[in-house]
């Protein structure tokens, strides 16, 4: 089992920057692929972006140029970089990470971003 805590959500001004962190933690695990995921109210949840073991990213076109992901292999831990947050980045965030075994993922509880205009 993979337990995962997110921290750094919070309520920021537009335009205003925020790092949200996950710490993976549990039993032995081969972590591939780290990713954060986003859902505003009414919304489906949405990829924001993804990393993986090698360094590969991923960006959704609504935040690229603004976000940045990056990861501490030997920490297990991902972050996520937001600046220049707009009203629509608003939404609850969440960690997730895929492992080797059996290519299971496993998500974070969230964290609230609140962005305001």
């Known amino acids: 089992q993979v337990q995962l805590v997110e921290s750094g959500g919070g309520l920021v001004q537009a335009g205003g920057s925020l790092r949200l962190s996950c710490a993976a933690s549990g039993r032995p695990f081969n972590i591939l692929d780290m990713a954060w995921y986003r859902q505003a109210p009414g919304k489906q949840r949405e990829l924001v972006a993804s990393?993986?073991?090698?360094?590969?990213?991923y960006y959704a076109d609504s935040v690229k140029g603004r976000f940045s992901i990056s990861r501490e292999n030997a920490k297990n831990t991902a972050y996520l970089q937001m600046n220049s947050l707009n009203f629509e980045d608003t939404a609850v965030y969440y960690c997730?990470?895929?492992?080797?075994?059996?290519?299971?993922?496993?998500w974070g509880q969230g964290t609230q971003v609140t962005v305001s205009s």
């Open positions: 997730n990470v895929r492992v080797a075994y059996l290519l299971q993922d496993y």
């Open positions: 990393m993986s073991r090698g360094g590969s990213t």
